[in-house]
């Protein structure tokens, strides 16, 4: 039997390549997207068993021509800026490939004969800010963005609505909260807070760790359940839905910093970082997983200690190994 081909963008990032070995376990034929001079580390333990083309999602006629290559039965598309920091500093170049990308990849998915599913990878922070602070969402909830990644986010989404209306493309949106785990970037809370205490605990930093605001409560999840929630996605998804793939509880940034902490033997002082601090926060992030436990089958499977400590097992493994080339 043929197996399905499936086409990720962004498959080099940090939920990308857990999205291949997630696929390529179920039997996928796995093709990514790589941007120029993107680095393939996350990729190691799958690199011999994809195929990597160059892609870089703003290029229209370059999207057009790699599905058209590729033909593949499912597209997830993940490629982003992604970060809600970074999309303060480059605010132009978020919107361009947040939005405009999205847009290039939807349109060149109009010619992709016998297509069954577009996944898109939405975001909690299209949400913003909330009233009341500390309700729980659901995936019929307004959209009230306060950053230009959570404003791309949202236009995206809107326009993959759009696809499904107008032209009939099976597009399902995947609406994760956060995610955490081994190989997330540390300009990322969680994988931050790791690299910190993983070089305090190796002796590599000084038992002191710089934070930001440790007040806010966001619903966390491990990497390795939000892209087996892709998965669903793409083979029960219905087209047109947007789905909320999280834990269904918010816990503070102060409660994850304890947890890690926790993890090394030596005393470690806390110091707010005035750089790490944003004008703009969001209180609360909590998400109803409802919907897709009950259309798709999705399950929470790792629990925020266990993310927190392969995560910080993993910076453990990765500061050891650079201090020995250093």
């Not at 597209?75 to 982003?80: D, K, Q």
Request: charged fraction near 25%.
């Amino acid at each position: 039997m043929k197996k399905p081909v499936a086409f990720i963008t962004g498959v080099a990032g940090f939920a990308g390549s857990w999205l291949a070995e997630e696929l390529l376990c179920e039997n996928y034929r796995v093709v990514g997207g790589l941007f120029e001079n993107e680095p393939v580390d996350n990729l190691s333990l799958c690199s011999s068993d994809i195929t990597l083309l160059p892609l870089d999602i703003t290029d229209p006629d370059q999207v057009a021509a790699t599905l058209r290559q590729v033909k593949p039965d499912y597209i997830f598309h993940l490629a982003a800026i992604a970060s809600v920091a970074r999309s303060f500093r480059s605010e132009r170049l978020t919107y361009r490939v947040n939005f405009e990308g999205t847009l290039n990849m939807l349109a060149a998915a109009r010619e992709v004969t016998n297509l069954k599913k577009f996944v898109f990878v939405g975001s909690c922070d299209a949400y913003g800010v909330i009233m009341p602070k500390n309700r729980t969402l659901t995936e019929d909830d307004p959209f009230n963005p306060i950053s230009p990644y959570g404003i791309s986010k949202a236009s995206a989404e809107y326009l993959c609505r759009q696809y499904v209306r107008r032209y009939d493309l099976p597009v399902a949106i995947a609406r994760p909260f956060n995610h955490a785990g081994p190989r997330q970037a540390p300009d990322f809370v969680v994988s931050d807070f790791a690299r910190q205490v993983a070089a305090i605990d190796l002796g590599l930093q000084r038992p002191e760790i710089h934070v930001g605001n440790l007040a806010p409560k966001r619903d966390f999840s491990d990497v390795r359940d939000i892209v087996r929630g892709y998965h669903l996605v793409a083979e029960q998804g219905r087209p047109g839905q947007a789905y909320h793939l999280c834990s269904g509880r918010a816990v503070s940034i102060g409660t994850v910093l304890k947890t890690l902490t926790g993890l090394t033997s030596k005393k470690v002082a806390v110091a707010v970082d005035k750089d790490k601090l944003r004008k703009a926060d969001i209180p609360v992030l909590r998400g109803s997983n409802r919907r897709a436990i009950e259309e798709l089958g999705f399950a929470v499977r790792y629990r925020l200690k266990e993310t927190l400590r392969d995560t910080f097992a993993w910076w453990q493994e990765l500061l050891t190994a650079q201090n020995r080339k250093g």
